[in-house]
């Protein structure tokens, strides 16, 4: 329905009212007319009944009907409106009666009844009709009169009405809303004045309208410099970006001389000193490319160009793995690294486990690294929600602490607690900016407590779907450990907590002793045999080995699996493995998976053990020396590669550039091929684009080309991938990466040759 403007609206219900007033007037007048000409007919009636009764009272008495017949048609000739008249007897006989001709016609008339009545005597009744018609005819005429004037006066009202809301109301409305939209649009609008004679509260309004309008062009110039600073700061990015891709290539280039130098000396013959020397570049040759790595993380997650990878992983052994590789740093100092995983946690979930491991090992890399003295603590749990677990990964180290005026800042990028103090751990302040800012982009995020001096505790909270199990690959243990009774000696009670817990949830039975005194009065005391020991290696008083010892010496724990925990070198574990038999020894952490493999290898009475398969090994094949063209531009690199080289028995042809690298690979048709990216002439992209047109024109088969890459951002690695290419090393380029790289492309050849 289309909508009625105001105007309309106005005229209709003006229209009603009209209508309605107009109605009650013309019913109120129309009634007071008709009341006025009854009266009349009603004393026009008396009068004539008084006359004829006054001269013919005696034609009456008598009952002289002819007489009194002529009297009444000389009273209708004389009087129109008199339509028919009788006179009636005492008795109600009819004395004498005339009408006028066509009066039965006239339907409009009025009939009155009149007592003769003369000195107070009745002598009959008079019955007398009126014609109403000519009265009934001037009441229409007076009534329309009257609505017609009503309706010119509401017509008049209704115009001035309209005409004062058009030019008070109206106008000055459509002024401020012209404005208000024009300022709403970001249009400049010419300002019409608004009508002097507007009243004050237009005139507010309008006033209101001009502020809004001058905040409005405010609003839009700061928007316009905001969208210009944006445009500004996108330009910067990139130009940040192109330069931080520059820089690695820049930096990595020469690196790759220094790290890949260096480690072809470590290989040389060298003294103490010259080592020293040597082993001192190669470190910070890798903590500079650590720094380098991170910051190109960084720029890369802050340019947003991070995309998640979501995929089933096994969440437990993820933490664990991360907690084994950096409880290897804490070694030499006594710190120890304890997890717990929540055994009622689901392991296998869905998500970025790349990302996540990234995440894990910076934090706990960070307590590690802080920590001097005590423990880091690796607690993980969870709460069910419909779908998904909201995970909380707890690190808490009892390590130098975050002052509290501090810790807001940590998570900043390029921002450490104090500079100087950090100067005796190394780092870059990137991690935990990365670190929050991946977690972010997982949907999760990270907090921090510290306690002064005493430690801190990061908690990384992360929502994640669970996933159907990864079938288990290699360990199908078919050995029960339920019922089974296992004695637990640790002096710490973190760790006997959590070693009774993992126990319990394979339905196994702990006892749990703080020292090795106390494990061998529990063994002495207890009828039960214990099926299995699981001990500690660092212990006070009595250490592992000692208490080791002290077991085998008891009668009915001669041959009872042990499985010692340790956190020392593994070099002690041959002895301790062979003297006490059967033993198993456990680098701590112990991952769950691990421990139970230890336990089921330790209850497992296998006479065929199971012999280590040399598996084929391409680089040391003499009879099928693999050919590798490498083409690469840079002199120092070629040399590198060519010493990485040396012992093996593979064939080496280097090319200057593409279009060489082209012929030389139409020449050897070699096994892998390794492509610098950035060469003059032609450059990498190019060149393998060439190569494999050359194979499909020739039908060669698909030969591997592996990037030579200085600029480790995706994008590189997406340009080299479309080109045609395989894969990628990035620089500096290591032996152990490009042997591994080789083995990786050539292995099914290598089964070929070796079958
Ligand atoms: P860095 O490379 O310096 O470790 P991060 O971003 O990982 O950079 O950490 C920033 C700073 O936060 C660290 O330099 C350190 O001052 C502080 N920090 C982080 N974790 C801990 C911790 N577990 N204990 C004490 N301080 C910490």
Not at 385 to 409: C, F, M, W
Request: proline share 4%.
């Amino acid at each position: 329905m289309k909508k009625m403007g105001i105007y309309t609206q106005i005229a209709v219900s003006m229209t009603c009212a009209a209508a309605i007033v107009g109605f009650l007037i013309e019913g109120y007048e129309r009634r007071a007319e008709i009341n006025r000409m009854n009266d009349d007919l009603l004393a026009q009636a008396d009068l004539t009944v008084s006359l004829i009764s006054g001269l013919m009272i005696e034609p009456i008495i008598v009952q002289d009907t002819p007489v009194l017949e002529s009297a009444i048609s000389e009273a209708l000739s004389s009087n129109g409106k008199l339509l028919s008249l009788i006179i009636k007897n005492d008795s109600g006989g009819v004395i004498a009666q005339a009408e006028r001709d066509g009066a039965a016609d006239d339907a409009a008339f009025r009939r009155f009844k009149r007592d003769i009545i003369v000195e107070g005597e009745a002598f009959g009744v008079m019955e007398i009709d009126w014609s109403t018609a000519e009265g009934q005819a001037l009441i229409n005429s007076k009534v329309s009169r009257t609505r017609y004037i009503i309706l010119i006066a509401i017509f008049t009202l209704s115009a001035v009405f309209l005409l004062q809301i058009h030019f008070l109301i109206m106008r000055p409305l459509r002024n401020i809303h012209e404005r208000m939209s024009a300022a709403i649009a970001g249009q400049a609008h010419a300002r019409r004045p608004i009508a002097s004679f507007a009243s004050h509260e237009f005139k507010a309004l309008d006033r209101s309208v001009d502020v809004l309008q001058r905040s409005f062009s405010e609003r839009d110039e700061r928007e316009r410099a905001l969208e210009i600073e944006r445009e500004n700061s996108d330009r910067a990015n990139k130009a940040k970006s192109d330069f931080l891709a520059n820089m690695s290539h820049e930096i990595r280039t020469p690196m790759n001389g220094v790290i890949g130098m260096t480690e072809l000396m470590l290989e040389t013959e060298l003294d103490e000193d010259q080592r020293m020397y040597a082993e001192t570049i190669s470190s910070s040759g890798s903590a500079l490319l650590a720094i380098i790595n991170d910051i190109l993380n960084f720029s890369k997650i802050e340019a947003g160009k991070t995309v998640l990878e979501p995929a089933p992983f096994d969440l437990q052994a993820t933490i664990g793995d991360v907690v084994t590789l950096l409880s290897a740093k804490t070694r030499e100092s006594s710190v120890e690294v304890v997890l717990r995983y929540d055994p009622e946690l689901p392991t296998v979930f869905e998500g970025d486990v790349g990302r996540l491991r990234q995440v894990l090992t910076n934090i706990v890399g960070n307590a590690v690294k802080f920590t001097l003295e005590g423990y880091v603590y690796v607690d993980v749990t969870g709460v069910k929600s419909p779908g998904h677990y909201d995970l909380e990964i707890k690190v808490a180290d009892t390590g130098i602490g975050i002052p509290n005026d501090r810790i807001d800042q940590i998570f900043n990028a390029f921002e450490q607690v104090d500079s100087s103090r950090n100067r005796q751990f190394e780092g870059t302040g990137l991690g935990l900016a990365i670190s929050s800012k991946l977690l972010v982009l997982m949907g999760g995020r990270i907090t921090v407590k510290s306690e002064g001096e005493r430690g801190s505790t990061f908690a990384i909270e992360l929502p994640l779907h669970t996933a159907p199990e990864i079938p288990p690959s290699t360990n199908n243990i078919t050995v029960p450990l339920r019922g089974l009774r296992v004695l637990v000696v640790d002096d710490l009670e973190l760790n006997r907590k959590i070693l009774s817990e993992r126990l319990a949830s394979w339905d196994m039975v702990s006892v749990l002793a703080s020292s090795g005194a106390e494990a061998l009065k529990i063994l002495e005391r207890t009828e039960e045999k214990f099926d299995l020991i699981i001990q500690d290696y660092q212990m006070p008083q009595m250490n592992g080995e000692e208490l080791a010892c002290r077991i085998r010496s008891l009668a009915s724990y001669k041959d009872t699996p042990l499985i010692v925990l340790s956190s020392i070198d593994q070099a002690m574990s041959i002895s301790i493995k062979s003297k006490y038999s059967p033993c198993e020894l456990l680098l701590k952490p112990v991952q769950s998976k691990s421990l139970r493999a230890a336990i089921v290898q330790s209850l497992q009475v296998n006479p065929n053990k199971p012999r280590h398969v040399k598996l084929p090994n391409v680089l040391n094949n003499p009879t099928a020396p693999l050919k590798i063209l490498v083409a690469e531009d840079n002199k120092t690199n070629q040399f590198i590669v060519k010493k990485m080289m040396a012992n093996s028995s593979m064939s080496l042809t280097f090319a200057d550039n593409g279009h060489e690298a082209l012929k030389k690979f139409a020449e050897i048709r070699p096994d892998v091929v390794f492509m610098d990216v950035s060469m003059p002439e032609m450059d990498g992209l190019e060149a393998t684009q060439a190569i494999r047109k050359l194979e499909t024109e020739m039908t060669y088969q698909h030969c591997p080309i592996v990037a030579f890459t200085a600029n480790a951002l995706q994008e590189d690695e997406e340009r080299c991938l479309d080109a045609g290419m395989d894969g990628f090393l990035s620089k500096p380029i290591t032996k152990k990466a490009l042997l591994a790289t080789i083995q990786h492309w050539t292995a099914p050849q290598a089964r070929a040759i070796n079958s």
